[in-house]
């Protein structure tokens, strides 16, 4: 592993970004969103996926300088072609546009095709309460999870996020309706690590706790048959809304050199009274101050567990694989990005 500081590992990353032609603008904002997944404890949506944003780029099937082709299909509807963009820069330039337009409808959705991984959804949504919004995201991915019962991926991991102003912390919640990601399957194999028993099935269908072997199999729907229908429903939802593909038909969120075609849908509802906010705190705050089982040290709320890793990282440092290392060295400008200096270590 190498330990970086965080304002370093941004800076090799916005400046890899730019190397590839990526605008100054939408590279800040892809930077930001690769940084806030490491500071929060996901590298599975962090810097590992640098790598395959910038081979989607040569192989030309994103665009870096596509910001999304909008059109109003109604008074607080959005509909947008995404153009290949970028995730992030499509998705922001959308929930912009939809959080000014509930400040006069009370609610407005944006429904978005042709557009590249977003990452971490709880980045948008958290976004969305801070400014005193309430925000909902969710999107399809790949197929990567077996129906229940099933031995064969044919759905999305589907994730959904929720985020509600509060005083002094929003709540932000943000699950897929896989088990896992399979970016959390990667890094797993990446660093070498077994899975959990009952994450994933091999590409034979047999449950397994090999990542590598996960990478071309399967991943298990959370909370059994409920979780399945769940993720089932978003991705029937948004692929009709969104006008795009489903299941074994999607591509583009793993692979390096084939469109997107997965959907995304944003909504946003106008801010609620502030009397409202300050109940929900106290209410979040009565959560978080309830004794704690055995074996317990405390209780949190959705968005607590990210906020605290995050000052942790920010403070010691992001660490980062040899293979991401690497991997951020042969796309920096030649001859490589320089060795890390301080508070980095390898061990």
């Given at each position: 592993m190498v330990l970086v500081e965080v304002a370093q590992l941004r800076g090799i990353v916005l400046d890899v970004l730019l190397t590839h032609d990526v605008p100054e603008q939408a590279a800040r904002l892809q930077t930001d969103l690769l940084i806030a997944a490491e500071l929060g404890?996901?590298?599975?949506?962090?810097?590992?996926?640098?790598?395959?944003?910038?081979?989607?780029?040569?192989?030309?099937?994103?665009?870096?300088?596509a910001t999304g082709q909008h059109a109003w299909t109604g008074t607080a509807l959005l509909d947008v072609d995404g153009q290949q963009g970028l995730g992030p820069v499509v998705a922001m330039s959308a929930l912009d546009a939809i959080r000014e337009r509930a400040r006069t409808t009370g609610v407005a959705a944006a429904v978005i095709r042709h557009n590249n991984h977003l990452g971490m959804l709880s980045w948008y949504v958290e976004q969305v309460a801070r400014d005193g919004q309430v925000g909902i995201?969710?999107?399809?991915?790949?197929?990567?999870?077996?129906?229940?019962?099933?031995r064969r991926p044919l759905i999305g991991t589907n994730p959904i996020a929720i985020g509600v102003p509060a005083a002094p912390q929003p709540l932000v919640f943000d699950m897929a309706t896989g088990l896992v990601s399979m970016g959390k399957?990667?890094?797993?194999?990446?660093?070498?690590?077994?899975?959990?028993?009952?994450?994933?099935?091999?590409?034979?269908?047999?449950?397994t706790t090999d990542a590598r072997a996960a990478v071309n199999g399967a991943i298990a729907p959370f909370g059994g048959a409920k979780g399945y229908a769940l993720g089932l429903s978003l991705e029937v939802l948004v692929a009709t809304l969104t006008a795009s593909a489903a299941g074994t038909e999607v591509r583009g969120t793993l692979d390096s050199d084939?469109?997107?075609?997965?959907?995304?849908?944003?909504?946003?509802?106008?801010?609620?009274?502030?009397?409202?906010?300050?109940?929900?705190?106290?209410?979040?705050?009565?959560?978080?101050?309830?004794?704690?089982?055995?074996g317990t040290t405390s209780v949190l709320v959705p968005g607590d567990r990210a906020r605290l890793r995050r000052e942790l990282t920010l403070d010691r440092g992001v660490e980062v694989t040899?293979?991401?290392?690497?991997?951020?060295?042969?796309?920096?400008?030649?001859?490589?990005?320089?060795?890390?200096?301080?508070?980095?270590?390898?061990?």
């Open positions: 404890g996901h590298p599975s949506h962090g810097v590992l996926r640098l790598r395959r944003i910038i081979e989607r780029i040569r192989a030309g099937v994103s665009d870096p300088c995201a969710t999107c399809t991915s790949e197929a990567l999870v077996h129906p229940w019962g099933g399957i990667h890094d797993h194999a990446q660093r070498g690590l077994a899975l959990r028993p009952g994450w994933a099935l091999d590409a034979d269908g047999e449950p084939q469109p997107s075609s997965k959907g995304d849908v944003f909504i946003v509802f106008d801010r609620p009274q502030q009397a409202v906010v300050e109940a929900m705190g106290e209410y979040l705050q009565s959560i978080r101050d309830t004794e704690p089982t055995t040899d293979e991401v290392w690497r991997d951020l060295s042969a796309l920096g400008k030649p001859p490589g990005i320089p060795p890390v200096k301080a508070k980095s270590e390898h061990r």
